[in-house]
């Protein structure tokens, strides 16, 4: 069994700070885990996965990801907020056959 | 741009009614995923096909069917639609199989997606 907890629903940042957003995972195997991004009337895009390679994965966009094995987390960050960021953030653990889980999402707003 | 075509953008509809959603991958993808996003349910996988077969089922209603055509374009039909109905549905294709919704370690693409308000 798998599956995914975004820690926070709403995350609010002032645009230049840092970004952080929490992801849990329970997975009964070595999970692959994936961030999408869906802005406003879009579509998901995928934004960084981890397949077993290194735990610390660049994305697009300036996000990277850190996957913690020891704590079960996949924590996305950004350095340094744009407007262009504000959008809703999913969370996504895959098995190594392929079956996906969705996190609940978080939703991101950046304040000028 | 995902590559992945969704029409209509859309669609308002009466309780009771049937419509169609109609999806046409990324070119090269032989994998289509069916998704429904709502704010009470969030992303829920409903199907998903591969190469024209069904290959694995979500949290599809039997109201609900889907099918995968020899062009590999993708149709969800949903019928005797209720209020709850009301969603954003997604499709998204991949170009591994995988199975139950997923694309093994791979990449899903999704469509923009298409709003379906039941009034």
């Known amino acids: 069994a798998q599956s995914v907890t975004q820690l926070d629903s709403h995350v609010s940042v002032s645009e230049g700070t840092p970004v952080l957003l929490r992801c849990n995972y329970s997975s009964s195997y070595s999970p692959s885990l994936f961030w999408y991004v869906q802005h406003p009337n879009k579509g998901l895009q995928l934004l960084l996965k981890y397949t077993s390679a290194a735990t610390l994965v660049k994305g697009i966009n300036g996000f990277e990801a850190e996957f913690k094995k020891s704590e079960t987390s996949f924590h996305l960050t950004k350095p340094s907020a744009h407007m262009s960021d504000a959008a809703e953030y999913f969370c996504?653990?895959?098995?190594?056959?392929?079956?996906?889980?969705f996190g609940a999402g978080t939703q991101v707003v950046v304040t000028p | 741009d995902s590559g992945v075509t969704q029409t209509p953008k859309h669609l308002i509809t009466a309780t009771g009614q049937r419509v169609t959603l109609r999806c046409s991958p990324r070119?090269?993808?032989?994998?289509v995923y069916w998704y429904q996003q709502s704010l009470d349910q969030g992303l829920q996988f409903l199907i998903q096909?591969?190469?024209?077969?069904?290959?694995a089922k979500g949290n599809i209603l039997e109201r609900f069917s889907a099918q995968q055509f020899p062009d590999l374009h993708s149709e969800l039909n949903l019928s005797s639609l209720e209020l709850g109905d009301s969603a954003l549905y997604f499709c998204a294709s991949s170009v591994t199989p995988g199975t139950s919704g997923g694309a093994g370690t791979g990449e899903l693409f999704f469509g923009e997606g298409s709003r379906l308000t039941v009034l």
């Open positions: 096909y591969y190469n024209g077969e069904e290959r």
């Open positions: 996504v653990v895959g098995n190594s056959w392929g079956k996906l889980q």
């Open positions: 070119s090269g993808d032989l994998s």
